[in-house]
């Protein structure tokens, strides 16, 4: 029997509850448990206990990691021409695919048992960033069968004879993976899914078995052009009930191999003109044995939730890490160019405007550096992050954007002009692969990240719905009591957190001792309660309605994933001993993103459609009053330290293929060397009013400094040069139509 509260007061609120939630579909449930939340619980609390944060051990290579890194990553780099790949042959060199496989590239993941290397998820990280920054096709193909593929799912989810069997191929190269997922119908919406397989009687080897009929059509698949096998997600149905009593089994994920009848790959995309491979794989009447299942029969229907769970950690590697490497190399070579490049006889890093694109490109290389190592740690640690990773993803990738964009700018007809020293087009020209690819961001910001992060961040939201999605009354109404009066308790905490820390400013918030960063902690536990109260009144006054609202989820998703960003800047400047030199980069960060905190929780209260409840919210938490945007000082000081050579120039722009011969990062950063070096002397020809000549003819210039000077402008006006062809240069990168070719008409005839 039911105590007395839940009889009398809550039982009407339960009745009302159960309305107003939906029960959830299949795939939600699905979602909602697959991985785990870890530091983005304690944001979501109101009350952040940073001894948890400070725990965590910050991640680094192991010996074999580094020698790896050391090795076979810089030799690969230097056997890569970017621009080649991309303009004349459409593919890397064979000798290149062969030195993927024989250094063992497409098995990072996979166990040493199995023949893998088994790194850590870091060094992952690290080596698909560092090789982004030299070439984003061959980055492309070395993270896919290291992410979301067939290798994470058998290692996740295989039975013993799958894994001893594609393990191995899979580690050295001998099967080549991909993964069909999205079909041209249902897009990102796996449910809507039309490809089939249906279970029946099939010949396999000389021998009839059970297995499965598939039909498939899929498109936007990475390396399927070349791929040997070919990981598919599909509709599972069994008509004639040869398993069971269930008809429509659902998604199921298994390995199909592509030499079989009826599979069809070989066509290619081309993503973005980014020539990594990429293409669509149709198949017709291909019939597999029930062993090709991942995982076997008992996995049957349960794809959904293992490609979520297996998205829980490749989402939150393989794009976050080429958006990092992408993000860095805009810093470095924008800090690099605006010292070089001068306008009005001054270094354009001196220009207000320059400094203001340098300033956020400092901290955001800083920020999501220090949110990628965060991750990385979490998932070292054997967490399945996947509102985490969906955060990664979509911020990684977004401010690549806003990275490049920014660096475009500052190198203005520079990095407009196409050729093999322009560094910057290639990762522009991959944006839109990464913002669209592993779950669309528009789709990630707007249903997942608060979507998913609100029910199992919350201390208690996920409790209530289970409680009520209980069938039988008594049971539910039992455990709803128990969880919702929880819920209320965590509220009432909540709200006067939220309002002592608003009306104080957060002066008085729980904050560890943290030097000149103590603060920063302290303005984002207010604005952590802030959210949490936020949450709250959005679930009390929309209910199930709130999933539909995804203006106001996607703001709510913006704060939560600032936060997480900030978290990982404060410890990252812990791990890294506090260094005073990056203190502007902090400082920025977190000016900027309380900001954007402050601005997006103003604008879902401004967007709630119970006034009422927005009126009062607005009273307690205060959003829209005392946050600002990083002021101009603070944004020059971000920028000097691209500017100028130094350990934080270093530090924020981290680990970078330093360029070669093929391409222009090499020669920039020589020139750089170069004219930081003579910058003293620079400065005196400056002061005195001469040019280098009439300073040697006055006396005021050694030889030695004449020729230094000389070298510098030399490499000058090498940087600030663009690409140029001539007719037959050109006319060999676009050869016209033999006079045999067929007209376009004649062709489509």
């Given amino acids: 029997m039911p105590s007395f509260r839940a009889r009398t007061i809550t039982k009407p609120i339960h009745s009302w509850a159960k309305k107003a939630l939906p029960a959830l579909s299949e795939t939600e449930a699905e979602a909602l448990a697959a991985g785990e939340v870890w530091w983005e619980k304690e944001l979501f609390s109101g009350n952040p206990n940073w001894s948890k944060l400070h725990a965590v051990k910050a991640p680094k290579l192991s010996p074999e990691e580094q020698a790896f890194f050391d090795g076979p990553v810089q030799e690969l780099c230097g056997m890569i021409d970017d621009w080649k790949i991309n303009h004349e042959t459409g593919d890397l060199p064979e000798?290149?695919?062969?030195?993927?496989?024989?250094?063992?590239?497409?098995?990072?993941?996979?166990?040493?048992?199995?023949?893998?290397l088994a790194f850590s998820a870091f060094a992952h990280s690290e080596i698909v960033r560092f090789i982004s920054t030299r070439s984003v096709a061959a980055a492309v193909t070395v993270m896919v069968p290291n992410s979301l593929g067939p290798g994470e799912l058998l290692h996740q989810f295989g039975t013993e004879e799958q894994k001893h069997h594609w393990l191995p191929r899979l580690a050295d190269g001998r099967e080549l993976p991909a993964f069909g997922l999205t079909s041209a119908e249902a897009g990102s919406d796996a449910g809507a899914m039309i490809d089939t397989g249906v279970i029946c009687k099939g010949q396999w080897q000389g021998e009839e078995v059970l297995g499965i009929r598939l039909n498939w059509a899929k498109r936007y698949i990475t390396l399927s052009p070349v791929c040997t096998v070919l990981g598919l997600a599909f509709q599972l149905r069994d008509p004639d009930h040869l398993l069971g009593d269930i008809e429509d089994i659902g998604i199921t994920c298994a390995l199909v191999p592509t030499d079989l009848d009826g599979v069809e790959t070989g066509r290619r995309h081309i993503p973005s003109s980014t020539m990594f491979m990429n293409g669509p794989t149709t198949g017709t009447d291909v019939f597999i044995p029930l062993d090709h299942i991942i995982g076997g029969t008992e996995y049957a229907g349960k794809g959904w939730m293992m490609l979520m769970s297996a998205l829980a950690a490749g989402r939150g590697i393989s794009l976050p890490s080429m958006g990092c490497a992408a993000i860095a190399l805009s810093a470095h070579t924008t800090g690099a160019y605006a010292r070089i490049r001068q306008q009005f006889n001054l270094p354009i890093g001196k220009f207000g405007g320059v400094q203001e694109r340098m300033g956020r490109l400092a901290a955001d290389a800083y920020a999501m550096d220090a949110a990628r190592h965060l991750t990385c740690a979490g998932l070292d640690e054997g967490r399945a992050l996947s509102v985490i990773s969906a955060i990664m993803k979509l911020h990684a990738t977004f401010k690549m954007r806003e990275a490049l964009n920014d660096a475009m700018d500052v190198h203005s007809g520079k990095a407009v002009i196409d050729g093999p020293s322009n560094y910057l087009l290639p990762l522009y020209r991959a944006v839109p692969i990464g913002i669209t690819v592993e779950g669309a961001n528009i789709v990630t910001r707007s249903l997942i990240i608060f979507g998913q992060g609100s029910i199992r961040a919350h201390p208690h939201m996920l409790d209530n719905m289970f409680a009520l999605q209980e069938p039988d009354d008594v049971v539910s109404l039992e455990k709803f009591d128990k969880s919702f009066w929880a819920h209320v308790g965590h509220t009432t905490k909540t709200m006067g957190r939220a309002f002592g820390r608003a009306l104080t400013g957060g002066r008085f918030a729980p904050a560890p001792d943290a030097g000149a960063a103590t603060p920063i902690y302290r303005q984002l536990a207010r604005w952590s309660a802030a959210y949490a109260l936020t949450a709250d009144v959005l679930f009390l006054t929309l209910g199930g309605a709130l999933k539909r609202k995804e203006m106001i989820s996607g703001r709510m998703g913006d704060v939560l994933s600032e936060m997480y960003i900030l978290s990982a800047a404060l410890k990252r400047w812990e791990d890294e001993g506090r260094q005073e030199a990056d203190l502007p980069v902090l400082r920025y960060a977190a000016a900027r993103g309380l900001h954007r905190i402050q601005t997006a929780l103003d604008e879902v209260v401004a967007n709630m459609p119970a006034r009422w409840a927005a009126w009062i919210l607005r009273a307690i938490t205060l959003p829209g009053a005392t946050t600002r945007r990083p002021d101009d000082r603070l944004t020059e000081a971000c920028s000097d330290l691209l500017y100028t050579p130094s350990a934080a120039r270093y530090?924020?722009?981290?680990?970078?293929?330093?360029?070669?011969?093929?391409?222009?990062?090499?020669?920039?950063?020589?020139?750089?060397?170069?004219?930081?070096?003579?910058?003293?002397?620079?400065?005196?020809?400056?002061?005195?009013?001469?040019?280098?000549?009439?300073?040697?003819?006055?006396?005021?210039?050694?030889?030695?400094?004449?020729?230094?000077?000389?070298?510098?402008q030399t490499l000058v006006d090498q940087v600030i040069a663009v690409d140029e062809y001539s007719r037959e240069d050109f006319a060999a990168l676009f050869p016209a139509p033999s006079s045999d070719t067929p007209n376009t008409k004649e062709a489509a005839e």
Avoid: Y
Avoid at 105 to 112: C, E, N
């Fill in 95 to 116: 000798e290149v695919w062969q030195f993927l496989r024989d250094k063992k590239f497409f098995g990072m993941i996979i166990p040493k048992e199995h023949g893998g």
């Fill in 651 to 712: 530090r924020i722009t981290g680990r970078l293929h330093e360029g070669c011969h093929r391409d222009g990062v090499q020669l920039l950063n020589a020139c750089f060397a170069k004219v930081s070096e003579l910058a003293p002397v620079m400065k005196r020809l400056r002061e005195a009013r001469k040019t280098p000549q009439e300073a040697l003819d006055a006396g005021l210039l050694s030889e030695a400094d004449f020729a230094r000077i000389e070298e510098m």
